[in-house]
Every structure is written in structure tokens, then in C-alpha cells.
């Protein structure tokens, strides 16, 4: 009595996670391989980390460091051989795993080491709409390069990889900027002393965070958090970085300093950074970005400099970059909007340094495969749905064995088949099942077909194109069923399939 | 100065993880690329499920549950909008998951499900050599078909598997055994009361856990852990299930059942369940699946009933099976030994249950992919080592837009190629780049080919090979290094690379 009390498990996933079926887990896998592709012609290697790390190799580069909770699913070692104790994590980023792989591996790595990787990530969000835990990254690296031209590559690579996955030119944009232009405008506003840097860091910290959020806020959203906060919708109010309104000012000047041409956004710039060497500096660079990627062909048609995007992270050091997708779709609430960001990275020259105390310049970007799947989802572009199975039907269960002679006979022939394994006793449902499947073809051979050295072949795609259609007179000459010699089961299923895609 | 003494992260993965590189990443994208052909032919669909789940959701199921610890790595919930307080844990394989997921989607879903599913599993164990906290497994499940053609059916797509991804015929073998059989056994010895099916469950556990252990411990291992229990080297002691002599010698009778064709083996069989109906019923069933292997040609030197194998996992309800490689491979100590176990499955009928109160009938298998991969390296037919790119040298640092416009024409031609991306001023470093990276073909272009509109072209391949080779003559004809026109660029690494790998 009391057993049947026993509250049986949920069958639920956590909040924020989700189950991917059939054509998505395969879309996704096709385009995994095309991005692979792209990242291995241009000579990245392969590496794989586990999912899980220990939390202080990790370290702590969430972009939304706002938050009270750490952003990581973490727990404690508890197993003896291992460091019980220790805490570890699930990988947040491919980044962070890279620096460590580097640091731990660095004398049998060449250099620069250039890696490309893929694989879910997990943040301990609060789950939302469309907001999940776990999601899938793709992405390149190179370690060990200072040159410019490392970071001209990637975003070169970036735009080649978009189209390589369907995404035609003109429907995305990479913009690119540097984070030393921004220090040297901070410089000019204030918020940043070259000689004492960690004077302003919180600061500082604000402004980038409020730049990042621009499409979300718009401008006065952007200015009011520069200045002494603001309130949200909710009623919530976050803390700004306190510049006055000059300050502001320059910094706005940054944000909006994007001109018609390359050329012009970088004199805008270098006016605005006014006498910082570092803003100068990155001027130069950005410069020599747009130089190179000129000379490989790539036009502002598909990487252009665009001062607005900064990139959330905190541990960006140079060039940043952004992928954006360029079309409208349609939000939840039937508005059109543009679908935004796909892709991100940007040069980064510390990360290995927590660990071996040298700075290692390094650069790279990470896309966003789940956004990005979405995105050719909403462009009619993904991969056509996956035919289903030829089902071989069971008329008697007695004669399993030549049902499962034949799905065999048609799979060594190149075609997906299997024998239908329900229970066999009510034919109706080995066809919904068919249907179900979107199968192409069911094959049917009963005692009589069997006696006769026949069986049946029903095209399953005609049959359903029949019952929508209330003149059969058109498919008259093409019937759904027919019979044929058992000998010529796989010649004239293959022939009926060829049919339907014709 | 007190900064300085921080310590720094150290850079190491947590005990019993490791990353993998290159080819070893390559290598198995392939292998799983292989299996999911078959699986997809056999009329299996794609899912993935997350890597986290809830506890409850999971179970216990793990087949080590002598030990204290519960096996998975668990953590509580504490972000808003989740539940917090919540349990959630790495799935410690990809069995439970689907059971989950039929479960909370099955009106949704075709009957019978069939799916397959591969990726990373976790188990919070005692890390040792080769004993690793995530690795990888392929599943192909069929959930909602009660007939053991369903059994048969994934036995024979486990060989054609193990076909598919290099493991020659005679290599490998897939042996059944069916629980029914192993619990009529019981029955007769005594350590299972139908009328009271939990009477003897810790009992029963022991004894298929001590049989399970056979290729490990020896008939007389086995034989102390099925009576009073066993002390093993180091002096621990396991307790045995407490049967007397004569029951302990009916259970080794079973495992020891198998003669040298299926019908013996069979008959042998219904001797030892005696009286048994469980018995009897599971002893029809092998021989409904050795039929039905038969009429799809699938012989004794691809799958054998074979009464040892048992499957540690407690699930398991009916039909149980193993795929095992047959060759020697040398062990640590250089002894030889033979491979062992690749993959295994079973029928389980409960699972679903747990959450819907519906028995629900499933059966599947799960290849342990790494394991797969070890034993074709072993036998020295893994994926053949990917070949390096292409390496553009750098001669003057203010031409990369030159050198960069090499690298993308290569790329366009579809050979994988790179710009140098390190510090150009020693060559030297540049040509120990490329031949770390497995490099074909270096190019070089300094300021005086420039002029002249030409670039050389260095066969890496055979500069390695006459490097080993103290008479030169062999390698007259073949000049290392070629100077060629600038606009011969592409066809000529071409041919140079064609030339290597014939």
C-alpha cells in the first residue's frame, strides 16, 4: 500500500535545458563539419577539453559579473584519488580551457599554437525564453602571435566560415574595433590613468558593460548607465559609472564615431583619442587590420570598423570583433527585428599569464552555433528534413525473419529501412507509424503475397499527395500500390523513391 | 609585493580528465560519424539530450553500486527561476536520459521510438591509469517493442557497426545471453522466489556481479563471491552472496553452458532451468533470436549465445548482450592479452516506468567509442595522421597582405595553408614551426623574388627524407627546393604535394 505512494521521478529536464530531435541534432552536426572545414583549411588543429574543470583554471571572465551567483555549475571533489575538496566546473567558454591547455602544455605545442574547438558550454543562468543553460560554441585560436595579422585572419576567416554554412554575403557584417582605442578615449575622459591601472577599473568596467548594450538600451539607455545610473522597466535600478557629463560625452563621440569608409572612421578616431599613445596605438593597429583584410579581397561588404562594438568580456586587450546577421526576422511578437550578434572574440593577452606569470599574446573568436542555426531557420535555410525509413510491415509475426531478410537486403542496397517492431496486430497502426516516420515506401507481404512469390509496395509520398486531392483523376497513371516480384523488391522500391524526389 | 605572492592557478585538468589533439579529435569524429551512418540505415533518429539532468530524473543505475558514493557528479540548484534546492547531475550515460525523454514527450514521439544518441557521459569514480571521468558513448536504442526481433535486430547492426569502423570479421564476436535464463537458474538454485521477487534482490545483485566479473577474477574468484565472499590482493574483503556449495555450483554450471553450436548451447540451457517457466520463457527466447540472426546470415563468426555474459547493470529484464574483440593486444606490463569488451546492451523493461507507472519495453546498446578507438589504434588502423598545412613564411614583415593573399589563393584551391603567425625574425623558428605542425610544403618569398616575381617552394617531406639519408644520389632528380613564377603558385604546391603521396 505505502509503495504505491512512492512519488514517481518527474520526467522533466532542469529549467533552461532542453532535448534536440532528428534534423536538429543533424543540422547542427552538418554544420559543426562545415565550420570545422573552413577552421581546418585555414590550419587550426583540433583539440577537445573535457567539460568539466577545476574552477580556479577557469577563473572567473563571465561577462556578467553583476550578478551575485558566479555564473558556473560548480561542485566539490568527493572521491578519494582525485582532491577532494577541490571544486570543479563545467567549462563556460572554450577559452578559459584553452588558456589552461596551453599553460599546461605549452613546451610540446608548437607555436603559435592555432586550435579550433566545438562543443556545448554551460552557464548557471536564471533560464528564461529561449534562454538555455547549455549551448553549443565553435570555436578558432591562435596562440602565440602578437602580429595584427592574426586577428585580420580570424575575422577574414569568420566572414568565409558564415558563408561556408549558407549565410550569403550581405546578409552579415563583421565589425571590428580595439579595445586600446576605447582605453585612449577613457584616457582622454578620465577614467583611465596609464600609470595606475587599476585605479578606475569598476569604472571602467561600467562603461564597456553599457557600450555592449547598446542595441538593447539605445542611447540615452547607454547614458544614463555613463552617468549615475538607471532605472529599467521593472523598477530595477543598476548603478552607472558616474562620469560627468563631458566624460560622457567623449565616450558617446567614441560610440558613434563610425564614418562611411574606413579611411574616415579611423581619422575620426584618431581625433578622439586625441594625445593618448595607446589610443594611437590602436588606431595604428586598426589600420593595419583594415589593410591586410583590403588585400585579401575582403570589402567593407563584409568586415568593415565599427567603433560600437566593444564585446562584453573583461579580458580583452586589442582587436575585438563581431559577427552580425544583417536580415529582419519576426520576434515573438510579430515585429520585425534584425537578428543580431552570431559571433564574437577579439585578442586577448593574459589569459595564459594567470597561470605562468608570461604574457601570451593570443586572439580568437567563438561562434554562436545554436544562434546561428536559428538564424538559417528563420532564412528557410536549413537542412531539408531527413527521409524517413522504407518500413517493412508485419502481416505474421511468425515470419519476422523474412521481414528482417528483407530491410537487411535493402540497407546492403543503400537504402534506410527497418521491420516495423510494434505490436503487429493492427495494421492501421504499422502505417500511422509509417506516416509518423515519413517514411517513403511501405513494403507489405502477407500469405498470400508470400505464396505468390510477390510483395507490395506502397508509395507512401503519393498515397498522402492522393488524400489531399479530391480528383484522382491525375494520379491515375501513377498508381500508389503495386505488386511486384519478390526478386525485385529493392530494384523497384529504390525506383519508386527516385519517383518522388523527381 | 604582496601581490606577487598569489598564488597562481595551477594549470592542470582535474584528476581522471585529459584533453585530446589533433588526429586523436579527428579520429573519433569520424568513428562517430561511421556508427551513426549504420545506426541511421537501420532506421534509428538522431537526439541529443543535455549533459545535465535532474537526480530523480537519473536514478540509480550505475553498475558500481557497492560503493559508497552514488557515482555521478551532483549539485544543488541555486539560481532564481530555476527550483533551487534542486538536485542536478552529469548524466552518467545515454540510457537513462532517453528514458526521460520518452517519457515526458511520448505522445509526441512514434511507437516504437527508435533512436540514437552519442556524446560525453560522466561517472564521479576513483580516477587510476586509463580510467577516465568522461568519455564518450554511441546508443542506439528501440523503445516500445516488446519482441526480442527488436533484440535481434540491434545485435546484428552491433556487428555490422564494428564492420563499419574498421574491426574485421573474426576480429570481433557479439555474444547473447538473456536474464530470463540467468533468473530461471536462480530460481532453481534457489536465490529467486517469484512469488517474492524482492525476497533475494541482494542477493541476485551480488551473484550477477560476481558472474559479470568472470574475465577478471577466474572461476574461483567467482565461485568465493558467490559464497561467502572474497579477500583480494590487497587484502579487502567483499562480501559473497552466502550460497551453499550446491547452488553456487548450479550458477556455475550456467556460465559454463555454452557448448559448440547454438542448439547444444540451448539445450543445455533448458536442462539447468529445470522446472523453471522464467527459464523456459528466456531460453525460447534465444532461440527466437539465434533464428532470426540465422535468416539474416549472420553466423556463429559474428553472434553466439553465450550463457557468461551478463551485463553488470541491474536493469537489464530479458536479452542482454556484448560485443567483445577477439585479438591480442599487448598490456601495460607487455603481456599479451585479449581486448575485451567494446560495447554491450540489453533489454529493459522498467525504466519508463519509473516515471509513468507504464511498463514500457526498450531495448538498445552503447558502444564505448574510446575504447573502440584504442583497440584500432592498437591494431594500428586508426585514421592515418592528419597532414599538416601549408606554411607561408614570412620574410619581410611588411608584406603580410602578400603573404596572406598566398595563403587564401592556396585555400581557395582547396589546400589547407597558413601565414606564419609567430615572430618572423628567426627562419630558423619558422621552418621548426612547419615541421612541427607536419608541415608538406614551406613557402618562401623574400624581397630579391619579389623583385624577380617568383616565390620557392621547399618540399618538407623530402627535405626530412634525404635529412635521414646519408647518400644523396637517390634524390638528384628531386630537388628539395624549387623557385618558380609568382603565378604558379598554387599549381605547383599542388603537384609537389601529389608528388609526396605517391
Redesign the interface.
Given at each position: 500500500m505505502a509503495k504505491d505512494k512512492i512519488r514517481?521521478?518527474?520526467?522533466?529536464?532542469?529549467?533552461?535545458?532542453?532535448?534536440?530531435?532528428?534534423?536538429?541534432?543533424?543540422a547542427?552536426?552538418a554544420m559543426l563539419r562545415r565550420i570545422a572545414e573552413v577552421y581546418?583549411?585555414?590550419?587550426f588543429?583540433?583539440?577537445?577539453?573535457?567539460?568539466?574543470?577545476?574552477v580556479?583554471?577557469l577563473?572567473k571572465f563571465l561577462p556578467d559579473v553583476d550578478r551575485p551567483?558566479e555564473g558556473v555549475?560548480?561542485?566539490q571533489?568527493?572521491?578519494?584519488?582525485?582532491?577532494p575538496g577541490?571544486w570543479?566546473a563545467?567549462r563556460y567558454d572554450l577559452t578559459a580551457p584553452l588558456a589552461?591547455?596551453y599553460?599546461?602544455?605549452r613546451n610540446d605545442l608548437?607555436?603559435?599554437y592555432?586550435r579550433y574547438a566545438m562543443g556545448?558550454v554551460?552557464r548557471?543562468?536564471?533560464?528564461?525564453p529561449g534562454r538555455f543553460?547549455?549551448f553549443y560554441q565553435c570555436d578558432a585560436d591562435?596562440v602565440?602571435?602578437?602580429?595584427v595579422?592574426?586577428d585580420?585572419?580570424i575575422c577574414?576567416m569568420l566572414a568565409d566560415t558564415l558563408e561556408a554554412v549558407g549565410i550569403s554575403r550581405g546578409d552579415y557584417i563583421v565589425r571590428v574595433n580595439n579595445r586600446k582605442v576605447l582605453n585612449g578615449v577613457m584616457e582622454v575622459a578620465g577614467v583611465l590613468d596609464p600609470s595606475e591601472p587599476e585605479k578606475f577599473a569598476a569604472e571602467r568596467g561600467i562603461v564597456l558593460r553599457a557600450i555592449d548594450k547598446l542595441d538593447r538600451l539605445g542611447t540615452n539607455g547607454v547614458r544614463a548607465l555613463l552617468g549615475e545610473g538607471r532605472k529599467d522597466d521593472s523598477g530595477d535600478f543598476t548603478k552607472g559609472a558616474g562620469l560627468g557629463a563631458e566624460q560622457a560625452e567623449v565616450v558617446m563621440g567614441f560610440m558613434e564615431a563610425r564614418r562611411d569608409t574606413a579611411p574616415e572612421t579611423l581619422a575620426r578616431l584618431r581625433e578622439l583619442v586625441g594625445g593618448s599613445a595607446m589610443g594611437a596605438e590602436g588606431v595604428d593597429e586598426l589600420e593595419t587590420i583594415a589593410?591586410?583584410l583590403?588585400?585579401?579581397?575582403m570589402g567593407p561588404d563584409r568586415v568593415v570598423i565599427d567603433p560600437s562594438v566593444v564585446r562584453g568580456l573583461g579580458y580583452y586587450t586589442g582587436p575585438v570583433f563581431e559577427a552580425e546577421l544583417t536580415f529582419e526576422i519576426l520576434d515573438e511578437k510579430g515585429r520585425p527585428r534584425q537578428f543580431g550578434s552570431v559571433a564574437g572574440g577579439g585578442r586577448y593577452d593574459d589569459l595564459v599569464k594567470?597561470?605562468?606569470?608570461q604574457a601570451v599574446p593570443a586572439t580568437g573568436v567563438s561562434i554562436g552555433v545554436d544562434r546561428l542555426l536559428a538564424a538559417l531557420a528563420a532564412k528557410g535555410r536549413s537542412e531539408a528534413e531527413?527521409q524517413?525509413?522504407v518500413?517493412v510491415t508485419v502481416m505474421d509475426?511468425d515470419r519476422?525473419?523474412?521481414y528482417?531478410?528483407m530491410a537487411?537486403e535493402l540497407?546492403a542496397a543503400?537504402i534506410?529501412?527497418?521491420?516495423y517492431?510494434?505490436?503487429p496486430k493492427n495494421f492501421g497502426n504499422q502505417m500511422k507509424?509509417a506516416d509518423?516516420?515519413g517514411s517513403p515506401v511501405a513494403v507489405i507481404e502477407g500469405g498470400d503475397e508470400k505464396d505468390r512469390g510477390v510483395v507490395q509496395i506502397k508509395d507512401l509520398i503519393l498515397g498522402a499527395q492522393i488524400a489531399q486531392n479530391a480528383t484522382l483523376e491525375e494520379w491515375k497513371d501513377r498508381p500508389s500500390q503495386i505488386e511486384v516480384p519478390r526478386a525485385e523488391l529493392v530494384a523497384r522500391v529504390r525506383a519508386m523513391i527516385e519517383g518522388q524526389s523527381s
Amino acid at each position: 500500500m505505502a509503495k504505491d505512494k512512492i512519488r514517481r521521478p518527474r520526467a522533466e529536464t532542469p529549467k533552461g535545458f532542453r532535448d534536440y530531435f532528428g534534423a536538429e541534432v543533424t543540422a547542427r552536426a552538418a554544420m559543426l563539419r562545415r565550420i570545422a572545414e573552413v577552421y581546418h583549411a585555414y590550419g587550426f588543429d583540433a583539440l577537445e577539453t573535457s567539460g568539466v574543470e577545476t574552477v580556479e583554471a577557469l577563473g572567473k571572465f563571465l561577462p556578467d559579473v553583476d550578478r551575485p551567483n558566479e555564473g558556473v555549475f560548480a561542485w566539490q571533489e568527493d572521491v578519494e584519488g582525485a582532491k577532494p575538496g577541490d571544486w570543479l566546473a563545467l567549462r563556460y567558454d572554450l577559452t578559459a580551457p584553452l588558456a589552461r591547455v596551453y599553460a599546461q602544455h605549452r613546451n610540446d605545442l608548437p607555436t603559435p599554437y592555432r586550435r579550433y574547438a566545438m562543443g556545448p558550454v554551460w552557464r548557471n543562468e536564471k533560464p528564461g525564453p529561449g534562454r538555455f543553460r547549455q549551448f553549443y560554441q565553435c570555436d578558432a585560436d591562435t596562440v602565440g602571435a602578437p602580429s595584427v595579422a592574426a586577428d585580420a585572419e580570424i575575422c577574414a576567416m569568420l566572414a568565409d566560415t558564415l558563408e561556408a554554412v549558407g549565410i550569403s554575403r550581405g546578409d552579415y557584417i563583421v565589425r571590428v574595433n580595439n579595445r586600446k582605442v576605447l582605453n585612449g578615449v577613457m584616457e582622454v575622459a578620465g577614467v583611465l590613468d596609464p600609470s595606475e591601472p587599476e585605479k578606475f577599473a569598476a569604472e571602467r568596467g561600467i562603461v564597456l558593460r553599457a557600450i555592449d548594450k547598446l542595441d538593447r538600451l539605445g542611447t540615452n539607455g547607454v547614458r544614463a548607465l555613463l552617468g549615475e545610473g538607471r532605472k529599467d522597466d521593472s523598477g530595477d535600478f543598476t548603478k552607472g559609472a558616474g562620469l560627468g557629463a563631458e566624460q560622457a560625452e567623449v565616450v558617446m563621440g567614441f560610440m558613434e564615431a563610425r564614418r562611411d569608409t574606413a579611411p574616415e572612421t579611423l581619422a575620426r578616431l584618431r581625433e578622439l583619442v586625441g594625445g593618448s599613445a595607446m589610443g594611437a596605438e590602436g588606431v595604428d593597429e586598426l589600420e593595419t587590420i583594415a589593410a591586410l583584410l583590403d588585400a585579401q579581397g575582403m570589402g567593407p561588404d563584409r568586415v568593415v570598423i565599427d567603433p560600437s562594438v566593444v564585446r562584453g568580456l573583461g579580458y580583452y586587450t586589442g582587436p575585438v570583433f563581431e559577427a552580425e546577421l544583417t536580415f529582419e526576422i519576426l520576434d515573438e511578437k510579430g515585429r520585425p527585428r534584425q537578428f543580431g550578434s552570431v559571433a564574437g572574440g577579439g585578442r586577448y593577452d593574459d589569459l595564459v599569464k594567470r597561470f605562468t606569470g608570461q604574457a601570451v599574446p593570443a586572439t580568437g573568436v567563438s561562434i554562436g552555433v545554436d544562434r546561428l542555426l536559428a538564424a538559417l531557420a528563420a532564412k528557410g535555410r536549413s537542412e531539408a528534413e531527413a527521409q524517413g525509413p522504407v518500413v517493412v510491415t508485419v502481416m505474421d509475426r511468425d515470419r519476422m525473419a523474412d521481414y528482417q531478410a528483407m530491410a537487411s537486403e535493402l540497407r546492403a542496397a543503400g537504402i534506410r529501412a527497418e521491420v516495423y517492431l510494434g505490436n503487429p496486430k493492427n495494421f492501421g497502426n504499422q502505417m500511422k507509424y509509417a506516416d509518423r516516420r515519413g517514411s517513403p515506401v511501405a513494403v507489405i507481404e502477407g500469405g498470400d503475397e508470400k505464396d505468390r512469390g510477390v510483395v507490395q509496395i506502397k508509395d507512401l509520398i503519393l498515397g498522402a499527395q492522393i488524400a489531399q486531392n479530391a480528383t484522382l483523376e491525375e494520379w491515375k497513371d501513377r498508381p500508389s500500390q503495386i505488386e511486384v516480384p519478390r526478386a525485385e523488391l529493392v530494384a523497384r522500391v529504390r525506383a519508386m523513391i527516385e519517383g518522388q524526389s523527381s
